[in-house]
């Protein structure tokens, strides 16, 4: 079976302080990606990365951090210095083998306090 | 580059009327996606089109759902009649879907908050 579990359900932080979103996939499948969406209180999906399993390069892009960490199942997100703009619902997803379906896990809801 | 389209971005209802929610996905997207959010919780899928076929519809509830993707492009998702329980957000997803790539990132719509009262 395919799982994504995000155990955090809401994490507030005050501004400027780095903050990690963690998310755990379950898959017996040696080939699968792994996305992360950010959902503001507009309401709109945001795509922010995708990666795959044979890539568990760490990446930076700003002030958002990823660590892909098979070993674990683990593929957490880090925000550097995190701002107000930051405050929305994160979604870790992981998409099946052989198709183009998503697993999404239920969301961390972060605050950022200014 | 235009994003996803959907309409309208709200809907207020009473249970037992029918509904009908309108996707029009980024040009040049084979692969169309509904799916259902309840407040809380991940998205669902209801209902996966490639062009104008069905893929997937597995958690599609048919006996009050429906959704048709004519041409290939612009979806319509219809419940008739609505019950309570399908207050949610309706999300419209787009991807490539050209078969030929693995990996295939979808891109969202805004999104139609339904309330049936």
């Known amino acids: 079976a395919q799982k994504v579990t995000q155990a955090q359900t809401e994490i507030s932080v005050v501004e400027k302080e780095d903050v990690t979103l963690d998310c755990v996939y379950e898959?017996?499948?040696?080939?699968?990606?792994l996305f992360w969406y950010k959902q503001p209180p507009s309401g709109e999906l945001v795509f922010l990365i995708r990666?795959?399993?044979?890539?568990?390069q760490n990446e930076i892009s700003g002030r958002y951090s990823w660590n892909f960490q098979k070993s674990t199942s683990s593929f957490n997100f880090t925000i550097t210095a995190s701002q107000v703009v930051d405050s929305a619902v994160y979604f870790c997803a992981l998409q099946a083998s052989g198709t183009y379906k998503y697993i999404f896990g239920t969301g961390t809801r972060l605050k950022v306090l200014a | 580059e235009a994003g996803v389209a959907q309409s309208p971005r709200y809907k207020i209802i009473e249970k037992r009327q029918s509904v009908a929610f309108w996707c029009n996905p980024i040009?040049?997207?084979?692969?169309l996606y509904w799916y259902q959010q309840i407040l809380g919780q991940g998205p669902k899928l209801l209902i996966q089109?490639?062009?104008?076929?069905?893929?997937?519809d597995s958690q599609l509830p048919k006996d009050r759902f429906s959704a048709e993707r004519l041409k290939g492009v612009d979806s319509t998702l219809k419940i008739q009649p609505a019950k309570l329980e399908d207050s949610a957000v309706y999300l419209c997803?787009?991807?490539?879907?050209?078969?030929?790539?693995?990996?295939?990132?979808?891109?969202f719509g805004p999104g139609t908050r339904l309330t049936v009262l």
């Open positions: 898959t017996r499948d040696t080939t699968y990606y």
């Open positions: 089109f490639q062009n104008n076929g069905v893929v997937d």
């Open positions: 040009s040049g997207h084979a692969t």
């Open positions: 997803a787009s991807s490539l879907g050209s078969g030929l790539v693995r990996a295939d990132t979808q891109y």
């Open positions: 990666r795959n399993s044979f890539d568990e």
